[in-house]
């Protein structure tokens, strides 16, 4: 009987998973809504509903902000109040990589964003994107935040 039991917690389990996997939902669904969030995140004029999970799992500093204080979810991104637009996409390209729109307008603000909250996986596409797209003209333009210096260190 215990082995029944094990063997129907497993298939129902197998279900499940290939459920998830098949489910039609992509994971930034999931984003900006608060039924399935626990973190609201500030700029000057919008509120972002997050996942914890979601921050944890793909910033060193989010999470120890998040273990830091369990019952603090307000969270105010300081260093980022007046970027709106860049922080929808950053916040949802945290759900899901393929949604992280570069270009060289916004390649500043994205890059700011994951060395503050140490994405490295955002870093890593940054620096790939510049790789694409310095040359002489551009090279202003991407160093806005004194970054250069640090991100030809990266590059070598």
């Known amino acids: 009987s215990a082995t029944n039991s094990s063997s129907f917690k497993l298939s129902y389990y ?6 998830l996997r098949n489910m039609a ?3 930034s669904y ?18 972002y509903y997050v996942n914890s999970v979601i921050l944890a799992q793909n910033s ?4 120890r902000m998040l273990e830091d204080d369990e ?3 307000d969270l105010f991104l300081v260093n980022f109040l007046d970027f709106e637009d860049e922080m929808d996409m950053v916040l949802r390209s945290l759900y899901d990589k393929n949604l992280l ?10 890059l700011k964003f994951s060395l503050t909250y140490k994405v490295k996986w955002m870093t890593d596409l940054v620096l ?22 640090y991100l030809y260190s990266l590059l070598l």
Do not use: A, C, W
Request: hydrophobic share 35%; charged share 30%; aromatic share 16%.
């Open 128 to 149: 790939e994107f510049i790789k694409e797209k310095l040359t002489f003209e551009t090279v202003f333009q991407i160093s806005i935040f004194g970054k250069l210096p």
């Open 60 to 63: 060193p500093v989010f999470l």
């Open 71 to 73: 019952k603090q979810r």
């Open 14 to 19: 197998n279900e499940y998973k290939s459920y």
């Open 30 to 47: 999931f984003y900006n809504k608060s039924i399935f969030s626990d973190v609201r995140l500030y700029t000057k004029e919008r509120k």
């Open 101 to 110: 729109d570069m270009n060289l307008e916004n390649v500043n603000i994205v």
């Open 25 to 27: 939902v992509e994971p």
